[in-house]
């Protein structure tokens, strides 16, 4: 059976509830899910995922998720060819226009030296998921699940 692996860090709860939306999409697809905040997460946490995912939020000037940092250091090291990955993220385009979801991009970027396969570009989303964030994250999903 296929699995997927969620890492997801949120500071509001709109990357935590972006994470379930993955989540329940994979369950529907009859994919198995594995989905842990980011503080539970350890380096290896791919290694036996055939999808990985990282949800994230963006604060302040482009900032990363505290409890992400060692983890985005870490994936540069991993080895994730054959694999399947997908970022989705969060953030404030009001607030932080040039910075909009940039520890996404960034993650998407240390996924493509890992030698794993992009299933979908990264999915930004303005602070929490409307309904056609929804419909974007079932297509990501989707898209993952078929690459």
Do not use: W
Not at 19 to 45: H, K, M, P, T, Y
């Amino acid at each position: 059976m296929t699995l997927a692996k969620i890492i997801y860090a949120s500071m509001t709860g709109n990357t935590e509830e972006i994470s379930e939306i993955l989540e329940d999409q994979f369950s529907s697809l009859g994919i198995e899910v594995e989905r842990v905040n980011a503080d539970d997460a350890q380096e290896d946490f791919f290694e036996d995922a055939d999808i990985c995912v990282v949800a994230t939020y963006t604060y302040d000037e482009g900032q990363f998720p505290f409890e992400l940092e060692d983890f985005y250091d870490d994936l540069f090291d991993q080895d994730l060819s054959g694999k399947v990955y997908g970022v989705a993220g969060s953030g404030d385009s009001e607030l932080y226009p040039e910075f909009f979801c940039d520890a996404a991009i960034n993650f998407d970027y240390a996924f493509s030296k890992t030698g794993a396969i992009q299933g979908h570009e990264v999915v930004k989303i303005e602070n929490d998921a409307e309904d056609e964030d929804k419909i974007r994250l079932q297509e990501f999903v989707k898209s993952l699940a078929n690459t």
